[in-house]
């Protein structure tokens, strides 16, 4: 029991959590940048971002798990494959931010490709951070768990001390 008590952590707060998600999310976000820099001159730029979002996407989800979010340990494979999900619509923004920048843009320097990438993957941050704070890493719910929506419409609670009047104008008799 001991042990169970010492691996659940307090869950930190919003703040606290975004604070430690930019830092260790920003972190890898920035060396995946430098890294998709150096791989693009070698292949494909959007092979290269792929390769790069793979890998630093495992790093920050096992970070995320041990320190941003609370969770306790090491990222589980469902943390891994739900948080990939995220990371693929990342790839996505940060691709189609460099598709539109080299559209415009004649023969962009390396300076700016740096600032659209790192633009693009912010704002992919920022939702991202919502999706593994309210359902990778969301607590309050057991890990096998099917999320069950609450029913869309619930009964209306009758007035028992409504005049009988004022009874018969809610509820009228049908």
Known sequence: MRDVRKRQRAVPGDVVAFTRFVLCGGGVGVAAGFAVAALSSQVPWALANAVVTAGSTVVATD????FTFGAGGRATWRQHVQSAGSAAAAYAVTCLAMAVLRASVDSPGPLCEQAVYLSASALA????FAVLRLVVFARGRSRGAAVVPAPLTRPVPRDRTAAPADREALCPAA
Do not use: T
């Not at 970070?63 to 041990?66: C, D, G």
């Open 125 to 128: 941050g920022v939702a991202r």
């Open 63 to 66: 970070l995320h798990a041990r």
